[in-house]
């Protein structure tokens, strides 16, 4: 058996997708900047209470005493900046501290008993080989697989060793088709489909209730599963970010309920009252409403009205009683679980539907939702989870009201008269409110110039890196179709890259729905790849659209040659392929390549990413004037560990998979996102930039199919679309923002907006 190093050709992931959420984002989103933001406010309640201190009754007294109100002012500010710093910010540091390790824990024990199941497989030459996250490997020879059995749940693969199950609710649908394909291939002897998966649309109509046992309790069955689904959508999960603001807020208004005047008091504990009955309230309110969904469909079905669903290419429509209707475009998130699917505004239960319906579901909302599709698992929180959620922030409220009730114990003795030389240090005093206000307008004049130079210039888009000179105000960008460009992905996913419709200058090819890719073209160098050199045209003059090839899912058009890649991983090309030093005339469909990720062309040479991660290049790269600045002799690789790679008229790019972005080629107007002064051209792959989850070469755009609306120049593109090629290079930052660079030596922020008919 051969050693397996490449990457597997599918991912068996049962861990649902909320539980890896929760614990990689207990945290929460813009922490450093809450935190910040929480403490600046405790700070700045110091700053006023020692204000206030110093132009009120205990600021005379301690004038009387024979000091000053100014030294009065620092003393207080001094001993309310301690106190805040000692008795506020660090133990609720603590108290988040601690939750965060608690709901850590606890999801990495449940993500624990989820990957167990976790295993990848990888189909070699003769074997399919399974290993787990620990690295043991199970063999599966073809010649020793009996049977293999594909329904609408899983893939069943039965040997002599016995029996590999692998359920196509933990696989994205590439790998249910990349496992249908290689079992067919490998196993056609002993392979059965009891499932066909790749329909265009269902029609189900599921009855109603009937009057029997076990249909009553079916539905019962279906109620508690809807009621468990509505408590885990109605949970609240705390996060770093959100107990820091909530501890602030609770720290706030227990000073202000234990020290504050009789007005600001009750408002306190009316605030408190509210914090501990809002989200119990809220969730108690939202479970209610699910009931209440639940009974009346309940009603429905015992009436015995029958529920229409129906999934298209157009969307999702359920009609029962009353009708919901969405596309896909409308759907934000499609859900499944063990007992049911959540497609949008419907909740649809497994238990309503046969195993092959199920699976037909599931191979439509993939197919049409793309990345919207997420296994889940949606179970309650549990008495002891909820107490662990609470028990750190009411140990710091506790810790917060005996830290208070101690100052205002210290104050009373004081006031008392029994220890006059000194002064109370209460944040909220009963004379205190009505001086608020007195002594500043509250406004930070630094925070009106933050982040500015003293010519107005902002300075603070972390853009150093590029060695950018230029304009630093962002410019618009106008893109056809924002959605498409995933500027909040995580993470590049190549399917999301392809393209289905490329032009230049003498061709046009584009891939239907159904993966056929068709070509019209003057065909000078055989680009279609039916064996001549000659076009077929039309009565009216146009060139005729021919059938290509099939089972295509990407293409990318050179100057004089065509290349397509295969859902197989095949690269495929025609017409004048830059392959070797003598470039290849081909007008037949020729396989350059295989186990191919993603390729784009340039003018006179191209770019390959295979599955392995390793990056390949072929042809020639040239300048903006046809100046040779690299050739390659056949395809070379380049470079190594990469998860896309781009190429545009006069420079290359590739991302590696620790979010470095490397460069060749022309770099006289910093196309390479480095300053020419550095260098005028790069030949090899130069490391220019850190942090990059995307990049653009000459145009920004994933698809462009919005990018040609007519046929060759018969309706012309809109006016607009020079903004979109106005420069060279863009480049998405992990941070989100978008820079451009490569027009005329500048370096700028984009702001990316859509444009509108």
Not at 141 to 150: A, F, K, R
Not at 410 to 436: I, K, L, V
Request: glycine share 10%; net charge negative; charged share 25%.
């Amino acid at each position: 058996m051969e050693e397996l190093t490449r990457r597997p050709d599918f991912i068996c992931d049962p861990v649902p997708e909320n539980y890896r959420q929760r614990f990689e984002g207990r945290k929460g989103k813009n922490r450093s900047l809450t935190v910040l933001i929480v403490v600046l406010f405790l700070f700045a309640v110091s700053v006023l209470d020692a204000i206030l201190f110093a132009v009120g009754p205990d600021g005379d007294r301690y004038a009387a005493l024979g000091g000053s109100r100014g030294y009065a002012f620092l003393t207080a500010l001094l001993k309310g900046v301690l106190s805040t710093a000692i008795f506020t910010i660090l133990p609720l540091a603590g108290a988040v501290k601690w939750h965060s390790s608690m709901t850590g824990k606890l999801y990495a024990a449940k993500i624990r008993k989820y990957e167990t199941g976790w295993f990848a497989g990888f189909f070699a030459a003769d074997c399919l080989v399974t290993e787990d996250k620990k690295g043991h490997r199970s063999t599966w020879y073809y010649n020793d697989i009996l049977s293999v059995e594909e329904d609408g749940g899983s893939f069943r693969v039965r040997g002599e060793g016995g029996e590999l199950l692998i359920p196509k609710m933990y696989l994205k649908r590439d790998s249910v088709r990349s496992v249908r394909n290689h079992l067919r291939r490998y196993c056609a002897d002993v392979y059965r489909q009891d499932f066909v998966g790749e329909v265009e649309g269902i029609s189900l109509v599921l009855p109603g209730q009937a009057a029997s046992e076990d249909a009553a309790r079916r539905q019962r069955e279906i109620h508690r599963d809807y009621l468990d689904y509505a408590k885990n959508t109605t949970s609240f999960y705390y996060t770093e970010t959100r107990l820091w603001v909530i501890g602030a807020c609770a720290a706030y208004l227990i000073r202000c309920a234990l020290s504050g005047s009789g007005g600001l008091s009750t408002m306190a504990w009316i605030g408190i009252l509210v914090i501990l009955l809002c989200i119990p309230a809220l969730t108690g309110l939202k479970n209610m409403a699910a009931r209440r969904t639940v009974r009346a469909r309940d009603r429905r079905m015992k009436a015995g009205i029958p529920t229409e669903l129906k999934i298209g290419k157009g969307g999702v429509l359920l009609r029962s009683g009353q009708e919901i209707r969405q596309s896909w475009d409308q759907i934000r998130r499609i859900l499944e679980g063990q007992g049911y699917f959540v497609i949008g505004r419907i909740y649809l239960s497994k238990k309503s539907l046969t195993e092959e319906e199920a699976g037909q579901v599931r191979a439509l909302c993939q197919k049409y939702a793309g990345r919207k599709y997420t296994y889940v698992e949606m179970e309650p929180q549990k008495a002891g989870e909820i107490f662990r959620t609470f028990l750190p922030l009411l140990c710091f409220a506790v810790f917060t009201a005996a830290v208070t009730a101690v100052e205002n114990g210290a104050a009373f003795y004081q006031e008392d008269g029994r220890n006059t030389g000194t002064w109370s240090n209460g944040m909220w005093s009963a004379d205190r409110g009505n001086a608020a206000g007195s002594g500043t307008d509250g406004t930070d004049a630094d925070s009106k110039t933050a982040g500015k130079a003293a010519d107005g210039a902002d300075r603070s888009d972390g853009a150093a890196g590029f060695g950018g000179q230029g304009s630093r105000e962002p410019v618009y960008v106008i893109t056809p179709d924002k959605a498409a460009l995933h500027l909040n992905a995580s993470e590049i996913q190549i399917d999301e890259c392809y393209s289905h419709n490329e032009v230049n200058y003498s061709s046009r090819f584009f891939i239907d729905g159904n993966g056929i890719l068709y070509g019209a073209s003057a065909n000078e160098h055989g680009e279609l790849g039916n064996g001549t050199t000659e076009a077929d045209i039309t009565a009216k003059g146009f060139y005729r659209e021919v059938e290509v090839a099939r089972d295509v899912c990407h293409v990318s058009l050179g100057k004089e040659f065509m290349v397509c890649l295969t859902d197989s991983g095949a690269l495929m090309g025609t017409g004048n392929l830059p392959t070797e030093d003598n470039p290849i005339v081909t007008t037949a469909a020729l396989e350059l390549m295989s186990d191919v990720q993603y390729v784009k062309c340039s003018p006179y040479g191209m770019i390959v990413l295979k599955t392995d991660g390793t990056v390949w290049c072929a042809g020639r790269l040239c300048d903006g004037d046809g100046n040779v600045i690299r050739e390659y002799d056949g395809f070379e690789q380049v470079m190594d560990h990469a998860v896309y790679a781009d190429a545009g008229e006069s420079t290359m790019a590739v991302i590696r998979s620790d979010g470095s972005l490397w460069m060749w080629g022309d770099n006289s107007s910093q196309q390479c996102t480095v300053s020419s002064r550095v260098a005028e051209k790069f030949i090899e792959p130069t490391r220019v930039r850190e942090n990059v989850r995307m990049v653009w070469l000459d145009r920004l755009a994933f698809y462009d199919e919005q990018e040609y609306q007519g046929y060759l120049g018969a309706a012309s593109a809109p006016t607009d679309m020079d903004t979109y090629h106005a420069f060279r290079t863009y480049v998405l930052q992990d941070d989100g923002q978008v820079y451009a660079c490569g027009q005329e030596g500048t370096f700028v922020k984009v702001t990316v907006t859509e444009r509108r008919d």
